[in-house]
């Protein structure tokens, strides 16, 4: 079984910074692309920033510059870092990566259980 969770979110004021954390653990083979997405309420999830194994990296033009996605391999988990925040960044925040899993090597998508972010005005 495979598990993302996440950690870091909460309450900051407007222009603060947070980082997120997510770690996948179970029976991982590999991890492809690992990227961070933000959902409103009654609104469908909308890509953040994602970082793929090579490093390369892709951000939502509103969060480039602002926020940074990074990786650490060795310990499947994935950041952001998150400045200059602002209230429009209220949203519950979803880990999201593409896991081959070592028991059958099948590649599969998953999703953490969301931390909120609120920032405040």
């Known amino acids: 079984q495979v598990q993302l969770v996440e950690s870091g979110g909460g309450l900051v004021q407007a222009g603060g910074s947070l980082r997120l954390s997510c770690v996948a653990s179970?029976?991982?083979?590999?991890?492809?692309?690992m990227g961070w997405y933000r959902q409103y309420p009654g609104n469908q999830r909308e890509l953040v920033a994602i970082?793929?194994?090579?490093?390369?990296?892709n951000y939502a033009d509103y969060v480039r510059g602002r926020f940074t996605i990074s990786r650490d391999g060795a310990k499947n988990t994935v950041y952001l870092q998150m400045n200059s925040l602002k209230p429009e960044d209220t949203a519950v925040y979803y880990c999201?990566?593409?896991?081959?899993?070592?028991?059958?090597?099948?590649?599969?998508?998953?999703w953490g259980q969301g931390t909120q972010v609120t920032v405040s005005s």
């Open positions: 999201n990566a593409d896991i081959q899993r070592l028991i059958d090597f099948r590649l599969s998508n998953y």
């Open positions: 179970g029976s991982i083979f590999s991890i492809n692309g």
């Open positions: 970082i793929y194994r090579s490093g390369i990296t």
